[in-house]
């Protein structure tokens, strides 16, 4: 009986153990990958203009395409090529420093222009609050209703990968490879500020321990530097 009595504790122990440590593994993996809170700051920053964000690069291509347009230099159909650097204050709290190859074209039908092509290849560091990246990116856009209406249509897609340090709850490493895709985003002709429009996300990667994460989700423009972004069903409010 006391021979039972005594397996049965030592069998108890042993579960005991055993689900402590799986809880406490469990807990480690959900420390060292990301959580949907870092996955949404990683979004914000992709877009944010104080990061050369998407938005900000679509805000930049509608300001090209009204100069171009207004001084009626830009030929049908020739393609430009150019290098620029895109940088802020490096004192600054929130700053990027980015080195950019650039083209466009403008697309015409029987000599009346319809959309503006822009590509981009970016390479650089930005730095924020809560997270800083070292990356490079591609941004291939159309800009089209050039003639009409009040604002530009931007469709585009956009691609970010890098190596990045989070800091919410605490520091992480990982790296990180986010792809934007963007139907009928608005830009107003005449504040040039994007007024409407939406995207999707996908945002897979690893963290210095090899673990792997992956995130999808949708992002709403609302106008006034704000979006809606969903990811897992729940609903966040962004500035950008």
């Not at 069998?11 to 809880?23: L, T």
């Not at 800009?143 to 992480?172: D, H, P, V």
Request: include cysteine; aromatic fraction near 8%.
């Amino acid at each position: 009986m006391q021979n039972s009595l005594f397996s049965l504790l030592i069998i108890a122990f042993g579960v005991i153990v055993f689900s402590s440590c799986s809880k406490q593994e469990e807990a480690t993996i959900q420390q060292a990958t990301l959580t949907e809170e870092e996955t949404i700051e990683v979004v914000q920053q992709a877009l944010g203009s104080s990061s050369y964000g998407m938005l900000m690069q679509a805000e930049e291509a509608a300001v090209m395409a009204d100069e171009e347009l207004s001084a009626s230099i830009l030929p049908c159909g020739v393609r430009y090529d150019t290098t620029i650097v895109r940088a802020n204050d490096p004192q600054a709290v929130r700053n990027y420093n980015y080195v950019i190859n650039r083209s466009f074209e403008l697309i015409c039908n029987f000599g009346v222009p319809q959309e503006i092509i822009v590509s981009k290849t970016s390479s650089g560091q930005y730095t924020a609050p809560r997270m800083s990246s070292d990356d490079s990116s591609t941004f291939n856009a159309s800009i089209s209703n050039l003639l009409f209406g009040q604002a530009y249509i931007y469709n585009g897609s956009y691609t970010r990968q890098g190596t990045q340090t989070i800091n919410i709850r605490a520091e992480k490493n990982f790296e990180s490879d986010l792809t934007i895709q963007t139907t009928g985003l608005l830009i107003n002709k005449a504040t040039r500020k994007v007024v409407g429009g939406s995207s999707t996300f996908s945002l897979t990667g690893t963290n210095t321990e090899g673990q792997p994460f992956s995130y999808v989700g949708s992002i709403t423009y609302n106008g006034n530097g704000s979006a809606t972004l969903e990811i897992n069903g729940n609903v966040y409010n962004l500035q950008l």
